[in-house]
């Protein structure tokens, strides 16, 4: 029985059944899920990067804290 007409992307036509056509939309909803979560895994790579990011600033500020610390001691010790 004959259902359904389905084109390709290369514009071939072809006459298919239900079974088909069904199990066609069923591959396209698959794709679409697996690139939701592809979007999703970019997603959440970006927020680690920006957490990284995050880290190495404030690794720096305790850098530069430690040498202003370091460097009043040393004035301490000039004083003394």
Known sequence: MIDYIQCHSNFNF?????EVQKA?????????????AEGRRQEAE???Q???GRR??????RQKAEGRRQKAEGRIQEYS
């Open 14 to 18: 072809r006459i298919v059944n239900k």
């Open 24 to 36: 066609g939309g069923r591959r396209q909803e698959a794709k679409g899920r697996r690139q939701k």
């Open 46 to 48: 970006g927020r680690r």
């Open 50 to 52: 920006k957490a990284e």
């Open 56 to 61: 190495q600033e404030a690794g720096g500020r």
